[in-house]
């Protein structure tokens, strides 16, 4: 397996937090407005921006603009890549990194 950890540490940088994390969740169901995502927090608009564009920046959320508004979607293509990668580094594999370093 070919792996490219750098590629993937925005990812888990922003399943990191508590926030992002709830977001994802949020959007695992349908295309939410920044505003009624925002109506599920004690923060500003500012900060949902922030955190917003972790996520999009990380490839796990997909944003577009709706008039005054972003919408939002769970990019299911980068999730599964996401859940595939991580399932290739926790199984018990013949090229096991522990095998080809030095010990």
Not at 20 to 48: G, V
Not at 54 to 83: F, H, P, Q
Request: glycine share 2%.
């Amino acid at each position: 397996m070919n792996r490219s950890y750098a590629e993937y540490v925005p990812v888990f940088k922003a399943l990191s937090d508590e926030t992002r994390l709830k977001i994802i969740d949020m959007l695992s169901c349908e295309e939410m407005c920044a505003c009624h995502i925002l109506e599920e927090f004690s923060i500003s608009q500012s900060t949902l921006s922030y955190h917003m564009k972790i996520l999009s920046d990380s490839g796990l959320v997909n944003a577009r603009r709706d008039g005054a508004w972003m919408k939002y979607t769970l990019n299911e293509a980068r999730t599964e890549e996401v859940l595939l990668f991580y399932s290739n580094i926790i199984k018990k594999k013949s090229d096991c990194i522990c095998t080809c370093v030095s010990k």
